[in-house]
């Protein structure tokens, strides 16, 4: 665990992360806290989950994690069936679950990023079959599994240009390095063809050089499909080879094969698939079937609101309580019997998840198995219809390496001697750039002499009656004398090599001294920094063991010492109790009257007996009220009614009052008219 902590606190604080940790602070930090540093990591390999992880859902956080770890093809360590809790320590961020997952994802970044890239296009659709009878949703989908196909190979072109060693710098450098040689090409090349046009019957000596020419390529082309036949031959005493120890391998293990052992294995077989038909498959079906019915329900009701919602919370919030009351009633009402019977039901729940969690196993590795066969089936008939071999494997693949590896160290050797001839050509070419500016020079000095002298064309007029006299004497020693300054100069320039060389001997062997002693030097620093890493963080363990040792110690303390004046406040009451009861039992026992009513157990048998006076005094007037409840009730009816009557009364009168009122002054206002 120490060095799967150590090497994720080394990654983190390396580009891109930079974060800084050591072993107490990376071991100290929150759930959430590890959960974001684990969303930066996988943000690393896919850009898409570069978020906050405080803006989502626990749930949702889990969710896309899992997918995309589920994508990158990570298995969690341990017990592989318990999905469950690994989802739930994912949801809490709990260290076992989250060291792993960062462990194996630093270890392997480019590879994830790349197969994460690879999976956005990849990873195909998963569409219905009833979709697909569809003519366009068929066509469709016909054609974005093609873009797919496509995809691969132009993925796969891509890679073997990358890992092919060609980069255009260096292809650039051929190209101009070919072009320098081009033009002294030419030159050489045109100056040839004026030597062999001098030659008589040149025409048929160059037809034959052409047709050696063709023999040899011929000659190349069967050697080359000599090798190619060598190497099929080679090839099918391998497969024969294969199938034979296959043969001798089935041969065998049907020698080995009893009819028991094959009985046990058949009915080993037919109780799995019997189980996986009658149990796991039909309950598998029923939980589809059902949540299938579930969603036709969910998608048939309309939409639903806020409102809604909140109403569906109130009743599931109600039936959760409905559902906690039952159990504890169970538990109240709960028969030993059942009890008895808990232990046995429990055993057989684990015996049924743990045969449940191996079928679904079991069917795991079969569809992993189908699927290798299916995928090795369609890549041995690709490269057999590519290339009508058989796929190299083991032993064969391996010979393959070490043979390329070699061809490799020998294109490498022989590229650097081209290299160097290349430089040495360089050289030669300067020198007899150097020699020819120097004959000009010389030659314009020599003019500039003759033409001082009065004889000016002297030296061109004896080397014409020279180029005449010895014209074939020149041409046959011309290229004799050319190779002969050559070599001396080419001797020249290894004795200046030899020279040099000889000169730099003692430098690189002091260089090489040092060399060693750096490298030692260098061990020593590594072997020291690991040392002092390591006693760094074993210190760093130790101050924090103490510290929390001292912590512990401090809180154990102060538990003490709280629990100390709890004693001492204890059994303070106590002797005040003690005391008071002792005071308590002198007062009862004195002789005296007085001291022996200021006893507590005297004043509460007189407060006793007041109060019990009191209630008898209560019960007889709750007695008598009953009795007189409903004459009293009667009388009371009786006064409301006189009470309703009264009322009436004094509305009518009130009403009388109002209307002789009114009469009275309609009738003065008649008056009134009689008299105008």
Same mark, same amino acid.
């Given at each position: 665990?120490?060095?799967?902590?150590?090497?994720?606190?080394?990654?983190?604080?390396?580009?891109?992360?930079?974060?800084?940790?050591?072993?107490?602070?990376?071991?100290?930090?929150?759930?959430?806290?590890?959960?974001?540093?684990?969303?930066?990591?996988?943000?690393?390999?896919?850009?898409?989950?570069?978020?906050?992880?405080?803006?989502?859902?626990?749930?949702?956080?889990?969710?896309?994690?899992?997918?995309?770890?589920?994508?990158?093809?990570?298995?969690?360590?341990?017990?592989?069936?318990?999905?469950?809790?690994?989802?739930?320590?994912?949801?809490?961020?709990?260290?076992?679950?989250?060291?792993?997952?960062?462990?194996?994802?630093?270890?392997?970044?480019?590879?994830?990023?790349?197969?994460?890239?690879?999976?956005?296009?990849?990873?195909?659709?998963?569409?219905?079959?009833?979709?697909?009878?569809?003519?366009?949703?068929?066509?469709?989908?016909?054609?974005?599994?093609?873009? +797919?196909?496509?995809?691969?190979?132009?993925?796969?072109? @891509?890679?073997?240009?990358?890992?092919?060693?060609?980069?255009?710098?260096?292809?650039?450098?051929?190209?101009?390095?070919?072009?320098?040689?081009?033009?002294?090409?030419?030159?050489?090349?045109? =100056?040839?063809?004026?030597?062999?046009?001098?030659?008589?019957?040149?025409?048929?000596?160059?037809?034959?050089?052409?047709?050696?020419?063709?023999?040899?390529?011929?000659?190349?082309?069967?050697?080359?499909?000599?090798?190619?036949?060598?190497?099929?031959?080679?090839?099918?005493?391998?497969?024969?080879? =294969?199938?034979?120890?296959?043969?001798?391998?089935?041969?065998?293990?049907?020698?080995?094969?009893?009819?028991?052992?094959?009985?046990?294995?058949?009915?080993?077989?037919?109780?799995?698939?019997?189980?996986?038909?009658?149990?796991?498959?039909?309950?598998?079906?029923?939980?589809?079937?059902?949540?299938?019915?579930?969603?036709?329900?969910?998608?048939?009701?309309?939409?639903?609101?806020?409102?809604?919602?909140?109403?569906?919370?109130?009743?599931?919030?109600?039936?959760?309580?409905?559902?906690?009351?039952?159990?504890?009633?169970?538990?109240?009402?709960?028969?030993?019997?059942?009890?008895?019977?808990?232990?046995?039901?429990?055993?057989?729940?684990?015996?049924?998840?743990?045969?449940?969690?191996?079928?679904?196993?079991?069917?795991?590795?079969?569809?992993?198995?189908?699927?290798?066969?299916?995928?090795?089936?369609? =890549?041995?008939?690709?490269?057999?219809?590519?290339?009508?071999?058989?796929?190299?494997?083991?032993?064969?693949?391996?010979?393959? +390496?070490?043979?390329?590896?070699?061809?490799?160290?020998?294109?490498?050797?022989?590229?650097?001697?081209?290299?160097?001839?290349?430089?040495?050509?360089?050289?030669?070419?300067?020198?007899?750039?150097?020699?020819?500016?120097?004959?000009?020079?010389?030659?314009?000095?020599?003019?500039?002499?003759?033409?001082?002298?009065?004889?000016?064309?002297?030296?061109?007029?004896?080397?014409?009656?020279?180029?005449?006299?010895?014209?074939?004497?020149?041409?046959?020693?011309?290229?004799?004398?050319?190779?002969?300054?050559?070599?001396?100069?080419?001797?020249?320039?290894?004795?200046?090599?030899?020279?040099?060389?000889?000169?730099?001997?003692?430098?690189?062997?002091?260089?090489?001294?040092?060399?060693?002693?750096?490298?030692?030097?260098?061990?020593?620093?590594?072997?020291?920094?690991?040392?002092?890493?390591?006693?760094?963080?074993?210190?760093?363990?130790?101050?924090?063991?103490?510290?929390?040792?001292?912590?512990?110690?401090?809180?154990?303390?102060?538990?003490?010492?709280?629990?100390?004046?709890?004693?001492?406040?204890?059994?303070?009451?106590?002797?005040?109790?003690?005391?008071?009861?002792?005071?308590?039992?002198?007062?009862?026992?004195?002789?005296?009257?007085?001291?022996?009513? =200021?006893?507590?157990?005297?004043?509460?048998?007189?407060?006793?007996?007041?109060?019990?006076?009191?209630?008898?005094?209560?019960?007889?007037?709750?007695?008598? +009220?009953?009795?007189?409840?409903?004459?009293?009730?009667?009388?009371?009816?009786?006064?409301?009614?006189?009470?309703?009557?009264?009322?009436?009364?004094?509305? @009518?009168?009130?009403?009388?009052?109002?209307?002789?009122?009114?009469?009275? +002054?309609?009738?003065?206002?008649?008056?009134?008219?009689?008299?105008?």
């Amino acid at each position: 665990m120490s060095e799967q902590l150590k090497l994720i606190v080394e990654q983190l604080n390396k580009d891109p992360f930079r974060k800084n940790f050591n072993l107490i602070t990376f071991d100290s930090l929150e759930p959430m806290q590890l959960l974001q540093i684990l969303n930066d990591v996988l943000a690393e390999v896919d850009p898409k989950h570069a978020i906050d992880i405080r803006e989502e859902m626990p749930e949702q956080t889990a969710k896309r994690m899992c997918a995309l770890l589920g994508m990158l093809k990570y298995k969690p360590p341990g017990n592989q069936s318990d999905l469950s809790g690994f989802r739930q320590g994912l949801v809490v961020g709990s260290k076992p679950a989250v060291h792993p997952i960062l462990h194996w994802l630093l270890q392997r970044v480019p590879e994830l990023k790349k197969r994460a890239y690879l999976a956005r296009f990849l990873v195909k659709l998963d569409v219905p079959a009833e979709f697909l009878a569809d003519d366009v949703i068929g066509d469709t989908y016909h054609q974005y599994e093609e873009l +797919v196909e496509g995809f691969k190979t132009n993925h796969k072109e @891509c890679e073997q240009l990358r890992t092919s060693g060609f980069s255009t710098a260096e292809i650039r450098r051929d190209i101009g390095a070919m072009e320098e040689e081009k033009g002294p090409l030419i030159k050489r090349v045109e =100056r040839l063809k004026k030597r062999v046009e001098s030659v008589s019957n040149h025409q048929q000596m160059l037809e034959q050089a052409r047709q050696l020419r063709v023999e040899k390529k011929r000659e190349e082309h069967l050697a080359h499909q000599k090798q190619e036949q060598k190497n099929q031959l080679f090839q099918a005493q391998q497969r024969l080879q =294969r199938l034979q120890q296959q043969l001798k391998d089935m041969r065998h293990a049907a020698a080995d094969a009893s009819p028991d052992s094959l009985m046990k294995r058949l009915e080993e077989e037919i109780k799995i698939n019997s189980y996986m038909v009658s149990e796991k498959l039909p309950k598998e079906l029923e939980v589809l079937k059902r949540t299938v019915q579930y969603l036709q329900k969910v998608a048939s009701e309309p939409a639903m609101g806020h409102g809604d919602l909140l109403e569906l919370r109130d009743k599931i919030k109600g039936v959760d309580m409905q559902i906690n009351h039952l159990i504890e009633k169970k538990m109240m009402r709960s028969d030993p019997i059942d009890d008895k019977l808990t232990l046995y039901r429990q055993q057989a729940s684990i015996i049924i998840r743990k045969k449940e969690a191996k079928a679904e196993e079991l069917q795991e590795a079969r569809e992993e198995l189908a699927a290798a066969e299916r995928e090795l089936t369609h =890549r041995t008939s690709q490269a057999l219809a590519s290339n009508g071999e058989e796929v190299v494997r083991g032993d064969e693949l391996k010979r393959l +390496v070490v043979k390329l590896r070699s061809k490799g160290t020998v294109y490498k050797k022989k590229r650097q001697e081209i290299a160097e001839l290349k430089a040495e050509y360089g050289v030669l070419q300067r020198t007899e750039e150097i020699l020819k500016q120097r004959h000009e020079a010389v030659q314009e000095k020599l003019q500039t002499m003759e033409a001082e002298k009065g004889i000016s064309g002297y030296s061109n007029t004896q080397e014409e009656l020279e180029r005449v006299s010895a014209i074939k004497s020149e041409l046959d020693e011309k290229k004799g004398r050319t190779l002969d300054d050559m070599s001396e100069m080419v001797k020249q320039l290894n004795s200046m090599i030899v020279e040099k060389k000889s000169a730099l001997a003692p430098i690189i062997k002091e260089l090489r001294s040092l060399r060693q002693q750096c490298q030692v030097l260098n061990q020593e620093h590594e072997e020291k920094k690991s040392q002092y890493e390591s006693c760094g963080a074993g210190l760093e363990s130790n101050r924090s063991k103490l510290e929390q040792e001292v912590k512990a110690l401090r809180e154990e303390t102060a538990q003490e010492e709280n629990r100390y004046h709890y004693i001492n406040s204890k059994s303070e009451i106590t002797e005040m109790q003690i005391q008071r009861a002792a005071e308590e039992m002198k007062a009862y026992v004195s002789s005296d009257v007085q001291e022996r009513k =200021r006893a507590i157990r005297e004043v509460y048998m007189k407060n006793i007996a007041e109060q019990e006076l009191l209630g008898k005094k209560l019960r007889e007037k709750q007695k008598m +009220v009953r009795e007189s409840h409903s004459a009293n009730m009667e009388q009371m009816k009786m006064w409301q009614d006189l009470e309703q009557l009264m009322e009436c009364k004094r509305q @009518c009168f009130i009403k009388v009052q109002n209307e002789a009122s009114v009469g009275q +002054v309609i009738q003065e206002g008649g008056e009134d008219r009689l008299v105008l």
